[in-house]
C-alpha cells in the first residue's frame, strides 16, 4: 500500500517541467505589464511635456489681452500728442510708447501686419462695416484700419478691425 500512496503523492506534485512552464508564463505576463506601464508612462511625459510647453507659451495670454486696450489708449494719445506744438513731449512719449511695446513683443506680443489697401480676407480680418469705394481697384480692399491686430507666438489674440470697401 505504500507504493501506490507515493504514486498518488507523486502525481499530486507539479513536475519540475511543468514548474516551469508556470514560471515562463508568470514572466511573459509580468514583462508584458512593465512594457505596457512603461509606454503609458513615456506617454504621459510627452503629453505634460506638451502640455507644459503650450502653457508656457500661452501663460501671458490673459495678461496681454487685458493691455490691448491700454496700447490702443496709447496709439490715440500718440496722435493726439503729434497735433501738439509741444515736440518734447511728443518724443517723450513717444519713447515711452516704443519702450513698453517692445517689452511686449519681447513676451511674444506681434502686431498683425495690415494694411490700407490691402486685400480683405474674412480669415485674418474682422471687418466692422463696409462703405462705397471712390473707384473700382479699392472694392473688396482695406479702407481703414479702426483696430489693430496682435498675435501672441502663433496664436491670433484679436483680429484687426477694419473698414472695407464696397
Known amino acids: ?65 487685458a493691455l490691448l486696450p491700454i496700447i490702443d489708449d496709447m496709439d490715440r494719445a500718440f496722435i493726439e500728442f503729434e497735433k501738439s506744438k509741444d515736440k518734447g513731449l511728443t518724443e517723450g512719449f513717444s519713447l515711452i510708447k516704443n519702450k513698453f511695446f517692445e517689452t511686449l513683443k519681447t513676451k511674444g506680443l506681434v502686431l498683425t501686419q495690415t494694411k490700407k489697401g490691402d486685400n480683405f480676407d474674412a480669415e485674418i480680418h474682422e471687418a466692422i462695416t463696409q462703405i462705397p469705394a471712390e473707384d473700382d481697384k479699392m472694392k473688396g480692399k482695406i ?3 479702426v483696430e489693430s491686430g496682435y498675435e501672441l507666438g502663433e496664436k491670433i489674440l484679436r483680429y484687426p478691425k477694419v473698414v472695407v470697401g464696397n
Open 143 to 145: 479702407i481703414d484700419i
Open 1 to 65: 500500500m505504500s507504493k501506490g500512496k507515493s504514486k498518488s503523492k507523486a502525481s499530486k506534485k507539479p513536475t519540475l517541467k511543468s514548474q516551469i512552464e508556470e514560471l515562463n508564463i508568470s514572466i511573459k505576463e509580468e514583462k508584458d505589464k512593465f512594457l505596457r506601464l512603461f509606454a503609458e508612462f513615456e506617454n504621459y511625459k510627452k503629453r505634460t511635456s506638451k502640455e507644459r510647453l503650450e502653457l508656457y507659451k500661452t501663460a501671458s495670454q490673459e495678461l496681454m489681452t
